[in-house]
């Protein structure tokens, strides 16, 4: 099978993820990156994409969507790697000529933008895959795995976490001036930009629905205009209750992304900085260590892993498992053949979802942590 | 200096807290244990008090402190660990006769009691000690130690929780009977028995008020009369914000107590199962493991710590720190000096807050979660 | 049953290890402390006595051991906690006069010392118990049983070390002073002080016998005169394999003695630090964390356990176990019953053994670390 | 700069380290997998490189170097990923061809084969990178920049261990068969497979040279013709001590490789399963917890680092900088530049130090674990 030819939108060269996506697209070589619009200005971007060796080079993503849609070798998926507020146009500049897009989380910077974007992935026939990376983890795909068989029984409480502390105090660099500003991050701060992963991982692993959140969030950084903490309360169809917290405030935490399911029969917990154990306990057994391809793990996990137990993978394999998940879907659109029923990945549903936590923690916050549903 | 002549009520032969009372009271060999009303009657206080070769036994707390009161050797002190119904009119009964009363948590089970204690206790020239025992930690002095020297800057997040799993089912032994039962145990289930002692940990490191908090609890384990599980949004005087949560439907979960505090300069995290580290990371920095009586651990630890580092203390050590602050406080009294300054213990002041926490719990729950104050 | 009248032979004002036999003494409340010979001089001694409130004091354990013998209410059992090369004497001394003795490690200084007080014992009607403490610890009794119950097969290879780091610089306190010093000490350093602790472990866990040992012992400090760090390959009969390392400049080492024992079924891990914790894997199976009274953990730990799990239980809890079995087996020789089968505690022929391991290692280490036989 | 042409030897369809190099070559993209031997027939080989895209395929690697030299586009590096006794051979005919040669450890099956190997790469022009991916690890690049900087002072202590579980019992898969066929992998069974990459670690790291060594090895697995446990004391030069463990009878362990190094002022503990945290240790202050691209993270890590802190790396990362370090050489030698100073990776000299002491392992064994050296 001829590898994917892939374009990329944003990562020039002082961004961070478009990198990350570039080495996840290669790990497991079904990729050819060919074509990109790496950067806000047109000389940006010629100069970024020299710097790969890039064989075509646009200045923006509208010129690159009409022009590789028009090439009989032009790309057949593209990587939407800018800020948040980008996304959207973005990405609905590439389904509207059927090229499938792989696009970075959130979803988009506001709730509109979300909506315009579900409704140009609805109509079109080519793919959306959201990658929010930690569902690519293999540890994670064998916890939803568990919860789906019943290990636990039926899921009463929820944890879910993601501390960081790199905004303990302002910052200026590039990565923390976008990601702070309401314009291009969106309303939320810690809330949109991990708060969405903690949100989007507990209900990967769960399958539980938020029917209704109640959030306070601050600003405790002097001058900040999006949330740096947020404490979420939530409550899942079914009865299950949750609790969410995000932080960029919290010195000792790089990317503490922790959650912990507990249900009737056991219970289960996963820790994103340590992400190849999972520790699970049978109420009334010991806990016991199931290690990515060690005993006990299952075939969930072992679909996406590639070396042995004891052989730690890490962030860029889980990201590499959503490009690969998500060849293995545009492989099968090439000849027409449905998805297969074990490929897994966020979907654009998945996104929309997450911009509504962010817009419901906005709005409950702003109501004095009263509930609100998602919807 | 003559050991303190101690007494007992409650702790009887199927008890499981006076046991770890009497052992707290022998470690630093400060209290002789000579009378006690062990039992609810006259027949099992007997049987309890002679197992234990106590000199005088009985009947019941009334009877035991007129007649303690009444003696030249009478005793100078009582423990009272029976069931939380019971505190109040125990307390009360020796308070009145001037002796010193040492209580277990929570204070009392409800919130009409826990005023009249205080008023008791505020009569009283006796003293009174809440057996918070957790406070007894040398890395929790350490900690409390480091926030008050401003280590950490000013507090901005607390994020406290207690839970166990031991009543994820339907349990019909006596330890989980009476705590299940709101006739004995007052309106909270966990967020009495192991809630208290969490809220009570964030105030005691911290030293922050709650204006206000929300919370969601829940009876999971059908047919339970109080809560099993407990989310709780908290609000600090001065604008911290802390998350706490209890819980007894947590499998995998025994006595995972654990506090972490987030400051502007700092972060410190703590868990009970492992109490004898402190994790200490000025922001930007490497995180620091702080041991017990090791390198970076001051004098607020090493006041309370009997052994080398790396020669784990625990619980019991942990609540003979308390017995033996008791101890001070009460060799002081004998002849009318002060208490000095570097005894600390809870206070029934500390008590009444952690009962108004409870009720506040309750309250806000019912009201759909909605901020209450907790006076 | 009443208390057990108890002495001590040193343990006065500046010394370490007497406090600790002092506490572990009160924990189950089954001895009484009512006379000593605490210190090295008479005048000391008194003044150690009477920091105590000790009823009889004697200026040296000679005079101590004959008035003791001599009276009605003379205490039934001593406990030595004096430099190791007074051990012998005044274990011999008591044992003359049938009072239990209850003695620190390393049992002697010497190797001649060790067969005289092994005559000694065996001549004499007394008990006499070493307290190698770290076989009190519960998890250390779960995984001798689980050994013996063949839960890991047939053994194959131990490796058991105990770091730590005190001894990285040269010290001039009373602790290291008699601890480097040959004349008190003996011709170990680091592998008396702490290598007998962790040879006799791994007999005691695996039930194996030492047929011989090669060391590499040095003294990195410049000008110390015993070993700082010691290296050894055993082998044991019926063909299993050890390795043991001790090492006290170390440097974040506190007091790291870990055990780990793999046989042909399956692994045991621990490790003094985190003593509530045993890992076991059966092999081919997730690794299980066992917690001292938690799931999983059998009779032979829960007998030795105050609290329940979750509540850790450290150092001085271990310590008081072995106070507690040597308790069990005087309370038995008052009544000239037999020592109850489920009595464990290390033996004068353990001792013997340290002893032996000490000589060995220097023995072969001069020989450039020959293999040489224990005995 | 245009990716390196490389060809592969060995890696065909069954085998499990191949396709580890080939993601290694990847991640970085500096690589472009060309040409292949990739099996032991060349029906097999076909296939495999097939199944790969490979665009020239041959049938053994006497064949590919000979033709590939003669081209102008022919490889410019070759990876050697078959079993340890072709290593030789193979690498032989590559370098003589001037092509740089990429050899997985250890070096050769034999010590006569690793002499003749390191003859052929010190007259050959090209490059000789071994694959002892350990040391590609940031935090091990740490470590080593710590000791070289002398933040632990000169080095008295070396701890290095090895375990591994699945050879516990007999194994008839072709991992195993070839592992333990002395045919194939050499005398060595443990020392060979796990041993060298220990042993080459604790020289990385230290840099210390090991003057003799005394090794007791044994085949626990009834009929197993290679060791599969080995216990060894170390010898450096200068005087430092080391002990070393490699097993792959421990069940609990997967990959376990630890390294812990102590010196005059300080200590550092290293693992490879939680490979991204260093653990530091002054002498006299709290243990800190370095991570990779975190506070206290220096160059030589960050170097080799491609994600922010808190996002984990692992095996095939580490992989991969030894991969992307031999480009640099490569790219280098392409114009006849020097090898940046900052280069590091493995060399043909370590690999005949790892064939020297698996031949040390097996001389001292056999000799009572007699002294021996090395060379």
Same mark, same amino acid.
């Given at each position: 099978m001829s590898r994917i030819r892939l374009g990329m939108v944003g990562g020039g060269n002082d961004a961070f993820i478009g990198g990350v996506h570039r080495i996840a697209s290669r790990i497991d070589d079904r990729y050819q990156l060919v074509a990109g619009a790496l950067s806000s200005t047109p000389e940006k971007s010629r100069a970024s994409g020299e710097a790969l060796g890039l064989e075509r080079i646009y200045g923006d993503f509208q010129e690159m969507a009409e022009a590789e849609a028009g090439r009989d070798d032009g790309i057949e998926a593209v990587s939407i790697v800018t800020p948040n507020h980008v996304h959207c146009a973005a990405a609905v500049a590439f389904l509207e000529h059927g090229i499938h897009v792989i696009c970075d989380k959130p979803l988009t910077s506001t709730l509109e933008d979300a909506h315009t974007l579900v409704a140009a992935a609805e109509k079109s026939d080519a793919l959306f895959i959201l %990658?929010?990376? @930690? %569902? +690519? @983890?293999p540890m994670v795909r064998q916890a939803r795995d568990m919860v789906a068989a019943g290990?636990? +029984? =039926?899921? =009463?409480v929820v944890q879910v976490e993601y501390p960081q502390d790199w905004l303990t105090v302002e910052q200026d660099f590039k990565q923390a001036l976008w990601r702070t500003d309401p314009n291009q991050s969106g309303a939320g701060g810690s809330t949109g930009d991990i708060g969405t992963h903690a949100f989007n991982l507990a209900h990967f692993i769960t399958g539980l629905e938020v029917e209704s959140l109640a959030a306070d969030i601050q600003a405790f950084v002097p001058g900040r205009q999006v949330d740096d903490n947020a404490h979420v309360l939530l409550r899942y169809a079914g009865g299950a209750r949750g609790m969410l917290w995000s932080s960029q405030v919290a010195p000792g935490n790089e990317n503490a992304l922790r959650i912990r399911v507990y249900g009737e029969k056991g219970g289960l917990e996963w820790a994103q900085e340590d992400p190849n154990y999972l520790h699970y306990t049978p109420f009334g057994e010991p806990k016991r260590l199931i290690t990515r391809n060690g005993a006990g793990a299952g075939d969930a996990a072992a679909r996406v892993s590639r070396v042995p137990p004891g052989h730690p993978e890490g962030y860029l394999e889980g990201f590499a498992n959503l490009y690969s998940e998500a060849a293995i879907a545009i492989e099968a659109a090439r000849t027409g053949a449905p998805v297969p029923d074990d490929v897994v990945y966020p979907t654009v549903q998945d996104g929309l979802m997450g911009v509504q936590f962010v817009a419901a923690c906005v709005r409950s916050s702003a109501d004095d942590a009263a509930w609100v549903s998602l919807g």
């Open positions: %990658t929010h990376n @930690y %569902t +690519g @983890y290990d636990i +029984g =039926r899921v =009463r």
